[in-house]
């Protein structure tokens, strides 16, 4: 019926929402962390610590992947978090961000 077929459709959307949510939690996490850590370590706040963290990032969830999935992953998400950084602080970011002029 379709009382049984939304019931189905509403449990498997609820078990891939969770399984998505947990594993941008992961990808988070790991990126936060390893950005505070490097952070701490260089003493400064700029731009090169979002490429670090992401390079780590990237570099540490494509690990199951070998040498080549990691270089990837790590100049895939290097790139995509210096872009957002940049984005973050232009005046486009700050509007979004609500920041003033």
């Not at 995509?80 to 509007?95: L, N």
Request: with cysteine; aromatic share 6%.
């Amino acid at each position: 019926t379709a009382k049984e077929t939304a019931m189905a459709t509403l449990r498997q959307t609820a078990g891939k929402s969770t399984s998505m949510g947990r594993t941008f939690a992961v990808i988070g996490a790991v990126y936060a962390g390893s950005e505070c850590v490097i952070e701490k370590y260089r003493a400064k706040t700029d731009m090169r610590n979002s490429a670090y963290a992401g390079c780590l990032t990237g570099g540490i969830l494509a690990r199951s992947g070998g040498p080549l999935a990691m270089t990837a992953g790590c100049a895939g998400f290097a790139a995509w978090s210096t872009a957002i950084e940049s984005f973050m602080h232009s005046s486009a970011g700050e509007g979004v961000m609500g920041g003033h002029k």
